[in-house]
């Protein structure tokens, strides 16, 4: 079992930036696939960013069309922790973050139901 503690929500105006963290621990968190997804109030929940397992030449991301270019994911599994860079940021990347974990590879990364471990959040607020 693996729990994750997001971090570094906040206000920040349109164009700044902003770097989330999830710190997982419990049972080897570097053999799961992690994912960043969010919810904005009156929306489906929906898959931001996710990145595979393996040593840092191999892994491969995915990111949704409307943040690409702009988020990075990341991994430390020496810190058991995973990051979503966040540039350019804009009113309607306001949401609550999620980070999620897996050990499962098949269905999509952006569908919630492959993952099996959730954090509490974290609420992400951009003005104009």
């Known amino acids: 079992q693996v729990q994750l503690v997001e971090s570094g929500g906040g206000s920040v105006q349109a164009g700044g930036s902003r770097r989330l963290s999830c710190a997982a621990s419990g049972v080897t968190p570097a053999t799961y696939f992690m994912g960043w997804f969010r919810q904005a109030p009156g929306k489906e929940r929906e898959g931001v960013a996710a990145i595979s397992t393996g040593h840092i030449s191999t892994r491969y991301t995915n990111y949704a069309d409307s943040v690409k270019d702009r988020f990075t994911i990341s991994r430390d599994d020496s810190k058991n922790t995973v990051y979503l860079e966040m540039n350019s940021l804009k009113p309607e990347d306001t949401a609550m973050y999620y980070c999620?974990?897996?050990?499962?590879?098949?269905?999509?990364?952006?569908?919630?139901?492959?993952?099996?471990?959730w954090g509490q959040g974290t609420q992400v607020t951009v003005s104009s």
């Open positions: 999620a974990a897996t050990r499962r590879y098949s269905g999509h990364w952006y569908s919630p139901s492959r993952y099996d471990y």
